[in-house]
């Protein structure tokens, strides 16, 4: 609703003019805020929605069987996901924070367990779908993942919340997800 029908709907309720400007003001004020929240997500809310789709996929993954549409197709975005999302978070996120004296070790790890996630990828493009290792590594990737996304909410991203400024933080995100969107 704009804010001109707004005041019409009101103005039909029969209320005073102080209320109706009281509910106007209000309904002003509640719309920018909501607005500003969606425009201000920052670089940590951006990444931890990612990771949320990582973590769907892995447990969709791992209830897959044998040599099946339905395996390749979840195998396949995962794959896909997990490769723009390490690209974009080294560029948009960790790049930035390599040169800091607190996150420098924490970058570089961060950057490490990514180059270990792709080598689990690479198992399991050279293994049989039909094969019991292809569950075995399927099940190694989802403990790998899970464990690194726990690293960066739980450890890193408390700690990058001291470097980065505010504005930092939102721009970021802004980058981020442009990089997302434009090669996923
Ligand atoms: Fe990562
Ligand atoms: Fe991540």
């Known amino acids: 609703m704009n804010n001109s029908s707004f005041i019409i709907y009101i103005g039909w ?3 005073s003019d102080q209320k109706v400007a009281e509910v106007f003001f209000k309904h002003t004020y509640y719309t920018i805020i909501i607005n500003l929240k969606r425009i201000k997500m920052n670089i940590f809310e951006a990444i931890r929605k990612d990771h949320d789709i990582q973590r769907d996929l ?6 897959t069987s044998g ?7 979840i195998f396949q975005s995962l794959k896909k996901e ?7 978070e080294e560029r948009h996120y960790y790049k930035p924070l390599i040169d ?7 970058a ?3 950057i490490a367990e990514h180059h270990e996630i792709d080598e689990l990828i690479e198992k399991l493009e050279e293994t049989d779908y039909d094969s019991s290792a292809w569950l075995k590594t ?3 990737l989802k403990h790998k993942v899970e464990h690194h996304l726990e690293d960066e909410e739980q450890k890193f991203f408390q700690l990058s919340g001291k470097v980065l400024n ?14 997302m969107s434009s090669h996923r």
């Open 13 to 15: 309720l029969g209320l």
């Open 58 to 63: 892995l447990e969709k993954l791992i209830k």
């Open 67 to 73: 040599d099946t549409k339905q395996r390749d197709e």
């Open 82 to 88: 997990l490769q723009v999302h390490a690209d974009a």
């Open 100 to 106: 800091s004296d607190m996150m420098q070790d924490k």
């Open 108 to 110: 570089r790890h961060g």
């Open 138 to 140: 399927a099940k190694d």
């Open 166 to 179: 505010e504005s930092q933080k939102t721009s970021l995100a802004t980058d981020y997800n442009s990089y």
